[in-house]
């Protein structure tokens, strides 16, 4: 047995998951879960995969399917993306991508590359869960990154200073952003950039739910403006992790990284410290269905998460009490319910589960410091009409008979 002494100064820091413990709901048939931001498993292209895992074993005389390869990822697969992220305003080549384990690992990479214990990383109030899970165990001190206010530079600075380190990041998913669903807008995003400049400290640019627009002008991505800036990607700090969970499947755990060469080649050498490579059979197929099928196959899942965030705005609308209020994203995953003051979403959740079998996520999981407690996140992928309106209705019912604290 490893006793509690043995184990690194880190760990305290290191918590579960609210959200993969209320995933284990999912197997209660009488819940009606809007926790969990998860695709919609009817949606995923599972015959393409089937063809494509057929196809990288087809006549594999060399094994390179089943065979180790190099950290940086299969390089079918980084040109591809390299093509992708041109249209959108980013101009590279497969020297500037990393294939990782999901958008998750790229996180925990940049969190051991970038953070000495003390230093601060600056995170929006609330920001997603799985990023503080991933800074947590590079043990940094967490402050405000709100695009649109105007904190003095110098305040930022001194303030990290004073904590003992210095700021090393800026963290933000800019388009409906989990758990909030909100989008920051061109301003703000050239904003962030010259906050960055100031403080001379990196930008990581969490792209997970760019693809899923439903409404509006799409925005360039923080990438693309610093580009326009610079003209030249070996000179931007903006570090730009994108994923196939939200558009293709997320069980093959396929993400990516897109940013100098000098910040690919140190992420390359944690990447080969820690598993050596993604599963190269995995790569492959994910390009042979990406290139086949991702253009025809995300507006189908468009179509459908639209008409779902619809159908949940619009039973709010019909159900929630008076002094309840919600974001509408333009896409993404997410509508984020602010609640009266002195309510508690995490004892609401005990409630709900034991009275109106819903779950939803509390809000104070996504704040650094646990405050938020008046806030719920609810996701609207999984459900139809029918479901979603009994469980908005149920939601409601419970808010009804909740008092402030």
């Not at 995933?23 to 926790?35: H, R, T, V």
């Not at 940049?110 to 997603?128: H, I, Q, R």
């Amino acid at each position: 047995m490893v006793k509690g002494e043995l184990l690194a100064s880190r760990i305290p820091r290191m918590r579960a998951s609210e959200i993969r413990e209320l995933l284990k709901l999912l197997d209660q048939p009488d819940i009606i879960s809007f926790a969990g931001g998860i695709p919609d498993p009817a949606l995923f292209p599972a015959q393409a995969y089937r063809d494509a895992m057929a196809a990288a074993l087809a006549d594999d005389i060399s094994g390179v399917a089943l065979q180790y390869s190099l950290s940086d990822g299969y390089g079918p697969l980084r040109d591809w993306l390299a093509g992708e992220m041109a249209k959108i305003g980013i101009s590279c080549g497969r020297e500037n991508i990393l294939i990782t384990s999901g958008s998750q690992q790229a996180l925990d990479y940049l969190g051991k590359l970038l953070l000495s214990p003390g230093d601060t990383a600056l995170v929006g109030w609330p920001t997603y869960l799985g990023a503080l899970g991933a800074f947590n165990a590079y043990e940094p001190r967490y402050d405000r990154l709100q695009p649109g206010e105007n904190r003095p530079v110098a305040d930022v600075a001194a303030a990290a200073e004073a904590a003992g380190g210095r700021v090393k990041f800026a963290y933000l998913s800019a388009d409906f952003a989990n758990p909030t669903g909100r989008t920051v807008d061109r301003a703000g995003r050239e904003q962030v950039l010259d906050l960055a400049e100031a403080l001379d400290i990196a930008v990581i640019e969490d792209a997970a739910y760019q693809a899923l627009r439903y409404d509006g002008e799409a925005i360039p991505p923080i990438l693309a403006l610093e580009l326009a800036r610079r003209g030249d990607i070996e000179a931007c700090r903006t570090i730009y992790c994108g994923s196939f969970s939200k558009t293709l499947a997320p069980g093959l755990r396929m993400g990516w990284v897109c940013a100098a060469q000098e910040v690919i080649s140190r992420l390359v050498l944690l990447k080969q410290a820690a598993d050596l490579h993604s599963p190269t059979i995995n790569q492959i197929a994910t390009h042979i269905v990406a290139r086949d099928h991702f253009d025809s196959h995300v507006p189908k899942i468009r179509e459908v998460y639209r008409r779902r965030r619809d159908l949940m705005l619009a039973a709010l609308a019909r159900e929630m009490p008076e002094g309840v209020e919600w974001v509408r994203p333009e896409g993404g995953m997410f509508v984020w319910l602010t609640l009266p003051e002195g309510m508690d979403g995490a004892m609401l959740l005990v409630q709900s589960l034991g009275s109106e079998r819903v779950a939803f996520v509390p809000g104070h999981a996504f704040y650094a410091d646990g405050s938020g407690r008046n806030s719920i996140r609810l996701s609207f992928t999984l459900h139809d009409k029918a479901m979603m309106d009994e469980g908005i209705a149920r939601l409601g019912r419970l808010l009804r008979n909740s008092r402030p604290a």
